[in-house]
């Protein structure tokens, strides 16, 4: 199936999110977790780029895609947390550039004239994706950012990388803990094998305009 990819910009601050009706599919996780690489993956070509050290994810990035016949969207990379050089400015970063991103999956407005539709606030289809690295099951920066996701306004779901990267008794044992820590299903993918990338683009189709549980 063809798919367009193009990075669109990068995102300081909320006057910088792009203004157009496109759904938007998020994509956080701690630094160095793989969302770049697995944004590459899915588009089968190098949109994004990747770095071996982690931090280096300090903005909002929006890459319009469109798969096959079906809508464009936004696949939006937001800074990893977890990584604290220089004290605990990536965190604040973190927070600050995220509670604006979801304040309009709800309506809120972040500026006086946005988001207006026959003058009333309209709400933005946004849906997120936790991605955690598997062969790291429970660390409490993951426990800690589902937490926080889950009092979000927008509908979410988990996603295990690196799936490649266990052998087979591991792959059993770190799914079955991950399972029992967030009391969720998760997909795991590997950017590298491609495996479970159908599944996750499936999930990625209806995840924006699902109803937030």
């Known amino acids: 199936m063809r798919i367009s990819a193009e ?6 601050g909320v006057d910088d999110f792009p203004r157009d009706r496109l759904a938007e599919v ?16 899915l588009a089968r070509q190098k949109v994004a780029r990747t770095s071996a050290a982690p931090g280096k994810t300090r903005l ?6 469109k798969r096959g016949l079906g809508p464009a969207f936004y696949l939006v990379d937001l800074p990893g947390y977890g990584y604290a050089r220089g004290g605990d400015a990536s965190g604040a970063e ?10 309009r999956a709800e309506g809120r407005k972040t500026r006086p004239d946005e988001f207006r539709v026959g003058g009333a606030a309209d709400r933005k289809a946004i849906g997120a994706l936790l991605l955690i690295d598997v062969r790291h099951p429970g660390l409490q920066s993951d426990l800690d950012a589902w ?9 979410r ?18 799914d079955r803990e991950l399972k029992s820590l967030f009391d ?3 997909s795991l993918v590997s950017a590298q094998s491609g495996e479970g990338l159908e ?11 699902q109803t937030a549980p």
């Open 7 to 12: 990075f669109v910009t990068s995102a300081a």
């Open 60 to 65: 909002a990035n929006f890459y319009r895609v």
């Open 147 to 155: 937490g926080w996701l889950r009092s979000q306004p927008c509908p």
């Open 94 to 103: 973190f927070s600050r550039l995220t509670d604006a991103y979801f304040a």
């Open 26 to 41: 998020a994509m956080i996780g701690r630094s160095n977790v793989g969302k770049s690489t697995l944004i590459n993956a």
């Open 184 to 186: 969720v299903p998760i």
């Open 199 to 209: 599944e996750l683009w499936k999930l990625i189709a209806i995840l924006p305009n």
């Open 157 to 174: 779901s988990i996603v295990g990388t690196k799936v490649d990267k266990l052998t087979r008794a591991q792959r059993s044992r770190h």
